[in-house]
């Protein structure tokens, strides 16, 4: 790989070309998922959202989910997660030392904002890789353990803003997502009966 970058960098200079979204694309196109993600860590992006289109069209999963992953996910100041619940989760993990109400509150509540990024549908695994990710990044080392091994960060999502996609359903897990306050999804081609269940939700949310 190491060879490729070499020589993806001397054509990119030559051409004129930004050698780091270059180098981004061409490991999409290889499907280098470790080497992605290690470009969007030091600063690569898709900026034209041309490297996403091409995914989407391919209905690589795989690199949209490592896109979305390091793109887009960001600390909600507005709203917090759900206590009661995250509590209950850690409960029935054993050998986690039983989690504080107020080590609850100090994890972040996660928005996750996927607006007109041309997405044909959506994937539960993208939502929970977004949030490990964020995670990871804010949290580090103290990141608890059982958040991992219950695969339950996606908990922490409070605001969901999917709107101006190509969405013609939405995956039922969001509707159980117990921290979730806002969900947006205009813009899209979505079902009536969808759209009834998004209402739904939204009713639940706001009178709870």
């Given at each position: 790989?190491?060879?490729?970058?070499?020589?993806?960098l001397?054509?990119?200079?030559?051409?004129?070309?930004?050698?780091?979204?270059?180098?981004?694309?061409l490991?999409?196109?290889?499907?280098?998922l470790s080497?992605?993600?290690?470009?969007?860590?030091?600063?690569?992006?898709?900026a034209d959202?041309?490297?996403m289109?091409?995914?989407?069209?391919?209905?690589?999963?795989q690199?949209?989910?490592?896109?979305?992953?390091?793109?887009?996910?960001?600390?909600?100041?507005?709203?917090?997660?759900?206590?009661?619940?995250?509590l209950?989760?850690?409960?029935?993990?054993?050998?986690?030392?039983?989690?504080?109400?107020q080590?609850v509150?100090?994890?972040p509540?996660?928005?996750?904002?996927?607006r007109?990024l041309?997405?044909?549908?959506?994937?539960e695994?993208?939502?929970?890789?977004?949030?490990?990710?964020y995670l990871?990044?804010?949290l580090?080392?103290?990141?608890?353990?059982?958040?991992?091994?219950?695969?339950?960060?996606?908990?922490?999502?409070?605001?969901?803003?999917?709107?101006?996609?190509?969405?013609?359903s939405?995956?039922?897990?969001?509707?159980?997502?117990?921290?979730?306050?806002?969900l947006i999804?205009?813009?899209?081609?979505?079902?009536?009966?969808?759209?009834?269940?998004?209402?739904?939700?939204?009713?639940?949310?706001?009178?709870?």
């Open positions: 790989m190491s060879v490729c970058v070499c020589y993806c001397c054509v990119c200079e030559g051409a004129g070309v930004d050698p780091m979204m270059s180098m981004l694309a490991s999409c196109q290889r499907r280098d080497t992605v993600e290690l470009l969007l860590l030091h600063g690569a992006c898709d959202l041309s490297i289109v091409s995914a989407v069209a391919s209905d690589d999963t690199v949209i989910g490592v896109l979305l992953s390091r793109q887009h996910a960001y600390a909600d100041t507005k709203f917090g997660v759900n206590k009661a619940v995250l209950s989760v850690q409960s029935r993990h054993a050998e986690e030392p039983r989690t504080s109400s080590s509150s100090s994890l509540a996660i928005m996750i904002d996927w007109a041309k997405l044909r549908r959506l994937m695994s993208w939502l929970s890789q977004a949030c490990l990710a990871r990044m804010s580090a080392s103290s990141m608890p353990s059982w958040l991992l091994l219950l695969n339950k960060s996606a908990y922490l999502i409070t605001r969901i803003d999917v709107s101006e996609n190509h969405l013609t939405l995956p039922s897990m969001l509707f159980s997502l117990p921290s979730l306050r806002i999804a205009a813009g899209n081609q979505v079902s009536v009966r969808c759209r009834a269940m998004v209402f739904c939700i939204l009713i639940v949310v706001y009178w709870c």
